[in-house]
Nanobody, 120 residues
Framework: QVQLVESGGGLVQPGGSLRLSCAASGFTFFSTYTMSWYRQAPGKERDLVATITGTGTGGNTNYADSVRGRFTISRDNRKNTVYLEMNSLKPEDTAVYYC??????????WGQGTQVTVSS
């Protein structure tokens, strides 16, 4: 059974840091998937935060303008895990963060999400 499980969310003060993890299981050729983090704040659409391509395409990263320079996406294919390091957090970063796996060959998968709340 294919599964993505996010963890690492929580409550943090403005200016603080969190590291989210997305553990993948049941995947064939996980290293070839493009992995992304999305977030959805209450009453808003789900927005793309960061993407990292598969090893076959260079492991390139891309970020939304709102997080560039503060967030870092990375992956450890030996552990089938993707990370999102979040620094200098702002209240507007508050959202449910989702992990997504996409491939040109296999179906797309989403995780269940993890809540991040930035508040003093």
């Amino acid at each position: 059974q294919v599964q993505l499980v996010e963890s690492g969310g929580g409550l943090v003060q403005p200016g603080g840091s969190l590291r989210l993890s997305c553990a993948a299981s049941g995947f064939t050729f996980f290293s070839t998937y493009t992995m992304s983090w999305y977030r959805q704040a209450p009453g808003k659409e789900r927005d793309l935060v960061a993407t990292i391509t598969g090893t076959g395409t260079g492991g390139n990263t891309n970020y939304a303008d709102s997080v560039r320079g503060r967030f870092t996406i990375s992956r450890d294919n030996r552990k089938n895990t993707v990370y999102l390091e979040m620094n200098s957090l702002k209240p507007e970063d508050t959202a449910v963060y989702y992990c997504k796996a996409t491939s040109r060959v296999f179906p797309t998968y989403w995780g269940q999400g993890t809540q991040v709340t930035v508040s003093s």
